[in-house]
T-cell receptor, first 115, second 113 residues
């Protein structure tokens, strides 16, 4: 077990709805990254939060947004859901985002289905 | 062109076989490289880091060739429990002091009794 927990494990939404996914980072980790993994694809970087600030973003539209809280847990919010948003959403935590030895520890993910 | 490319497989090999996976990356500024293992619809788990000098962890050997932008993973004496998808990963700078992992699509391995 990595100590990174995500909730919920599964979620079904309809097009146009909004969703919030949650992640608790491993103890001692101040950095959280979010990835989207569509079926048959590798995970794609959405964004990263370090000490409550977004400090890196992948090629995702603004309707993907996030938060990090003082305890370093994090939320991923997606507005105006589209069918293509159906995917496994993975959260990863780490403790040293600038180090070349940085290692990410992934949670077990939230499987989102948009109907 | 995808930033990290892998042969998706599947590779179906008998127990005890040796199997090799290859991967290429397009961003020459990538700084670190890894192999992750992912079981069906579960989270990726770090298998090993990859260094230019080559590194070995038990039955697993990884190699990086920066000149060719090529990464490999060799698995010797395959076990049934090695059946999984193997993800090739490059880590590069994404701005504002952060780094991101760029994953390949993964190579599926099935080890057959």
């Amino acid at each position: 077990e990595t100590g990174v927990t995500q909730s919920p494990t599964h979620l079904i939404k309809t097009r146009g709805q909004q969703v919030t996914l949650r992640c608790s980072s491993q103890s001692g980790h101040n950095t959280v990254s979010w990835y989207q993994q569509a079926l048959g694809q590798g995970p794609q970087f959405i964004f990263q939060y370090y000490r409550e600030e977004e400090n890196g973003r992948g090629n995702f539209p603004p309707r993907f947004s996030g938060l990090q809280f003082p305890n370093y847990s994090s939320e991923l919010n997606v507005n105006a859901l589209e069918l293509d948003d159906s995917a496994l959403y993975l959260c990863a935590s780490s403790s040293d985002p600038g180090s070349t030895n940085e290692k990410l520890f992934f949670g077990s993910g939230t499987q989102l289905s948009v109907l | 062109r995808k930033e990290v490319e892998q042969d998706p497989g599947p590779f179906n090999v008998p127990e005890g076989a040796t199997v090799a996976f290859n991967c290429t990356y397009s961003n020459s500024a990538s700084q670190s490289f890894f192999w992750y293992r992912q079981d069906c619809r579960k989270e990726p788990k770090l298998l090993m880091s990859v260094y230019s000098s080559g590194n070995e962890d038990g039955r697993f050997t990884a190699q990086l060739n920066r000149a060719s932008q090529y990464i490999s993973l060799l698995i010797r004496d395959s076990k049934l429990s090695d059946s999984a998808t193997y993800l090739c990963v490059a880590r590069g700078y994404s701005g504002a002091g952060s780094y991101q992992l760029t994953f390949g699509k993964g190579t599926k391995l099935s080890v057959i009794p």
